[in-house]
Every structure is written in structure tokens, then in C-alpha cells.
């Protein structure tokens, strides 16, 4: 089950969700390799926790070694992990009057510059797919509200008289928030569906990595893929 809380953006933001609420995920604990290779061995498995963790530590690094391949590796029901890059805004492949290529590096183009470097930075893009899309997820999640916030809202109930829940509730576990706008506000790094439009490698090359769950391809210069999140 997935517990939600409630974030008030603050009344002086200037944005039209000034004083507006928005409901937020309440992160348990992070997972770490060694905490699912527990988890996994109480599955009535042959493999040992020692076994498992040790499985698992060699397919990371595996999945690094194929993603800075260029490789893209797709892991059935989980998500689709490859490279992506920000680019760097080229005027020209080559600059005669500086004697400058353009250069398929990375590094930040000086003020003037008509080429050189083609990208700024090289990161990580996990888009989920299988059992882990949107439309999979929304079968299956359970919601419920913090202890806290089913306490703030019975508080709203009880001391306004009019049932409404938006002049009592306090902000949020995490301290006020200062944007608006949906989504958790508070993730590590997460495998998630973020729909961002932005380029792969500044290319115009449509659709989906492993031709699951993307959103628009991968339109335009300097950001990442549709359909997927970046991981830093």
C-alpha cells in the first residue's frame, strides 16, 4: 500500500497553485541491493540471501557496462535503461574563421562559439514498461492516507463545521513546498514514467526504446527521451 500526504503550496508563491494542496507519496525506506537479496531469499527460493546479492551486484554492473556501449537493455517488467545526452547547441559542423569541428564530446560551448563540443552531459534514462507502465500500475496500487493526515483531516471535519479540508490541514511531513504541480516532490532514484520531452542525442528519431511505453520520441536538442525519467 502506498501512503499519501498532503503538500500546501505557500500562500505568497506566485503561481496560480498558491495555496493549493497536493497529495504526495510517504517514502517507507530505500531498498538497498542487500535488502532485496533478503527479501528475495524469503521467497522460498534455492538461492542463498549471499548468492542472490552477489547475482544482483554483477547484473548492475553488467547493465552499465552495456548501457556506455550504447546498448540498450530492456529488463521485462521493470524498465528499459540506456544513455541519453544533453546536447550542446551547434551553429555550424565546422567554424572556418576559428578553425573548429564540431566534436562528438562532451564540454560547454564558450560564449561565441559557433561548434565544438556536441554535448554538455551524458546520464542515465530508465522508462518503465511490462508490469511497471502507468496503465499496469493504476490496476494494482492500494492509496491510503499517513496516520497524520487522516488526523489533519479529522481535524478540518471537527473544528470548521463546514467539512472543508483546505483551512486546517498543516503542510507536510516534509516541510512547505514552494512549487506547484502534481508528483512526489521528494524521490532518490527512481525508475518512474515522467512524460519530458527533449532530445536523444539531438536527434528526430520517433518512438520507444524496446518499442514499449514511450510518450512523443525523441524530439529536439537538449533534454531527454519521452516516456521515461532521467536517473543522475
Known sequence: ????????VTENSETEQAGKMYARVSYKQTMSVQDMAHHMAE???MF???SITGILIDFVKCVREQ?????TVKIDNLAIFKATVEANALETLYDAEADKAASATIGT???GDKT???VKTIKLLAQSTGDFTRDELKKDVKLAWTDKTKAEIAAAKGGSGSGSE???VNNNDNGTTNGGGS???NTTNNTTNNDNNGGDNGGNSGGNAGGDNGGDGDNGGGGQDAGGADVN
Open 109 to 111: 560551448l564558450k560564449d
Open 48 to 50: 542463498s540471501e549471499g
Open 116 to 118: 565544438g563540443a556536441a
Open 183 to 185: 508528483g512526489n516532490d
Open 166 to 168: 483546505n483551512d486546517n
Open 67 to 71: 548501457v556506455l556501449m550504447g546498448n
Open 43 to 45: 521467497h522460498n527460493t
Open 1 to 8: 500500500m502506498i501512503e499519501l500526504y498532503l503538500s500546501k
